[in-house]
């Protein structure tokens, strides 16, 4: 090996990558706090699903690690994969809300909501609304592991939750930049 000027001292190069993570409909469970009912867990076609109402609050809960490989510095990503019956080009609201816990914390912390209104396509097609995102200084300088305690909630109430149709929950989908 040469030595003196001619020597590098590095470390091998690592490249980053965008990684998917999913969290499946029966990987959820419970009641969400901060809804007023459970979802009814069910099948749509041959999907397992939670359907949620068109008159009521509703929501599930999950949990979800964050990936030791992530990026510092660069956010997460939860999209939502969900149907609707009907003719759709109205809105549903989906609501994510999250406690963050890192290793040492106490498991009950203070909630952070996150909101997303997306145009339903109908005809149960699948669809994925769009992403709702959770800032990265949630997770830098934390205690490792960082836990993420999650609620899916379908705002039904809402002013601009506008279909009057169920709506099946089939997974969410985390998304975040990781070393590879």
């Given at each position: 090996m040469s030595v003196g000027r001619y020597a590098r001292h590095t470390l091998p190069g690592y490249r980053i990558a965008t990684r998917r993570e999913e969290i499946y409909a029966e990987d959820m469970y419970g009641q969400s706090p901060w809804a007023?009912?459970?979802p009814t867990k069910g099948l749509t076609g041959q999907s397992p699903g939670w359907q949620y109402s068109a008159s009521v609050n509703q929501g599930v809960c999950a949990d979800y690690k964050v990936p030791e490989d992530r990026v510092p510095g660069t956010p997460i990503r939860v999209y939502l994969v969900y149907s609707m019956p009907g003719n759709g080009l109205l809105n549903i609201v989906w609501v994510l809300t999250y406690v963050v816990v890192p290793l040492g914390a106490a498991v009950t912390g203070v909630a952070t909501v996150?909101?997303?209104?997306d145009v339903t396509?109908?005809?149960s097609i699948l669809s994925m609304a769009d992403p709702i995102l959770l800032p990265a200084s949630l997770?830098?300088?934390e205690q490792k592991p960082t836990q993420l305690q999650l609620t899916f909630n379908r705002?039904?109430?809402?002013?601009?939750d506008t279909d009057?149709?169920?709506?099946?929950?089939?997974?969410?989908?985390?998304?975040?930049?990781?070393?590879?």
């Open positions: 007023g009912a459970d996150r909101s997303v209104t396509t109908g005809l997770f830098d300088n705002w039904a109430t809402a002013w601009d009057p149709n169920v709506a099946n929950l089939f997974k969410a989908i985390v998304e975040y930049s990781a070393y590879v």
